[in-house]
């Protein structure tokens, strides 16, 4: 802002004074002049070699630093249209976010809301970890094993949005949800990437799990954790909930081309 400031007392200076106008294109002449001579000087009295290249940059180091001194006031102005451009564009650029952002965002439902402004709801007690690395499991989520199911590295806004979704699908639908992974590391993301597009297609930063706003859950049965989309009670459960976590303001993978029935999304404008 100072910059800019400057700028534009310089910039109405000139605008308003004929003479200030001939005084700048007088000193740039004598500044070019200047520095011409210098230049000459500094090539005369270079020598060949790593030395004359080091002594002609201390010259003109040393003229330049003769110009701002005569012309503080003219510097200034070179420096503050030199400078504006990059300021501007970090000043005025808007923050980045994650594609996606704006297009598929859900307006949570009115009750939804008015459970949201309640109680707060507590994470429920961790499953043992043999429960996620079954067969079952494994044959269609094989990397789950090394997933983090850990509700304190997510974002408390989602965390209380999951947990509501959790609470309704139990008492309204009789279905009892399981986080299968939340956070994600950057690294865990890429590893996931390599394995191939049938199991992501995003990259370190590219999905909303490094950021703690999205989970991946399935239904617990019996003790046994159930992903299985050809099980028609686990189908039925999914449709369920997509809907109940639309309601809560979150996206849901169900909807995209490559479906994710399980994962679901805070998007928020993030950086």
């Known amino acids: 802002m ?3 400031f400057v700028a534009a007392c310089v910039g109405g200076w000139l605008l308003v004074f004929p003479a200030g106008r001939d005084a700048l294109a ?4 004598r500044m070019g002049r200047g520095l011409d001579r210098r230049w000459r000087a500094a090539n005369q009295q270079s020598a060949q070699g790593a030395s004359s290249l080091s002594r002609r940059g201390r010259a003109l180091l040393a003229a330049a630093r003769g110009v701002l001194a005569r012309h503080p006031l003219l510097s200034a102005a070179c ?6 451009p990059p300021l501007a564009a970090l000043l005025l650029a808007g923050r980045l976010q994650l594609p996606g952002v704006a297009e598929d965002t859900h307006a949570v439902n ?8 309640g109680e707060r709801l507590v994470a429920p007690p961790a499953l043992p970890p043999a429960v996620f690395t079954t ?3 494994t044959l269609i989520r094989p990397q789950l094993a090394g997933a983090n199911r850990n509700w304190d590295l997510l974002d408390a806004d989602f965390t209380q949005r999951l947990l509501l979704v959790f609470k309704l699908m139990r008492e309204r639908h009789g279905y ?8 994600r590391s950057p690294e865990r993301q890429n590893e996931l990437a390599d394995a191939g597009g049938h199991v992501t297609n995003a990259r370190a930063f590219q999905s909303w799990h490094q950021f703690g706003l999205a989970g991946d859950c399935a239904f617990l049965r019996d003790g046994k954790v159930v992903i299985s989309e050809k099980d028609p009670w686990a189908m039925r459960g999914y449709e369920l909930y997509g809907q109940v976590a639309e309601a809560a303001g979150l ?9 994710d029935f399980g994962h679901v999304e805070l998007r928020t ?3």
């Open 79 to 84: 420096i503050a249209f030199v400078m504006l």
């Open 251 to 259: 996206t849901w993978g169900g909807r995209w081309r490559m479906m």
């Open 135 to 137: 067969a079952e499991v």
């Open 2 to 4: 100072l910059l800019l």
């Open 269 to 271: 404008r993030r950086r």
């Open 26 to 29: 007088d000193a740039v002449l």
């Open 110 to 117: 009115e009750q939804v809301a008015l459970l949201l402004r």
């Open 176 to 183: 009892e949800m399981v986080l299968l992974e939340g956070y």
